[in-house]
């Protein structure tokens, strides 16, 4: 499953309508492949958001968005990723290797950008 991260000072429920609306709205939007929500909600526990709520899509090539526009992402330093990214392995069970720790770099490079923007959601696509 595809789960985008995307954070944005203006947010429109139908730029999901379409792959072509979502990245012309949404161009740094970051990319991470998960094999279920459950890893979703704890990707998003281990980052300080407590609360995760899903809001199904219709019409649409995407499934499922949350708004977590309450929340500020971790700004995590190069120490603080390394051990957000041994905390996720350890928990996740997932494998230990140079495209699972690239995926969640973004972490240490969006969130202070990201944090300043008005909306951060994540996409769920079909």
């Not at 709205?25 to 704890?42: G, H, I, R």
């Not at 997932?94 to 202070?112: A, K, T, W």
Request: some cysteine.
């Amino acid at each position: 499953m595809n789960f985008n991260f995307i954070a944005s000072d203006k947010f429109n429920v139908n730029d999901f309508n379409s792959f072509e609306k979502f990245v012309d709205a949404y161009p740094d939007f970051q990319t991470l492949t998960l094999n279920s929500e459950d890893e979703l909600e704890l990707l998003t526990k281990l980052m300080g958001i407590s609360e995760l709520i899903g809001t199904e899509l219709t019409q649409s090539e995407f499934s499922k968005y949350w708004d977590l526009s309450v929340f500020q992402l971790p700004e995590l330093n190069e120490m603080q990723i390394e051990q957000f990214y041994k905390n996720w392995i350890e928990k996740s069970c997932r494998g230990n290797n140079m495209d699972e720790f690239g995926s969640l770099i973004f972490l240490h490079g969006m969130s202070p950008k990201w944090n300043r923007m008005k909306f951060r959601l994540i996409v769920k696509e079909k």
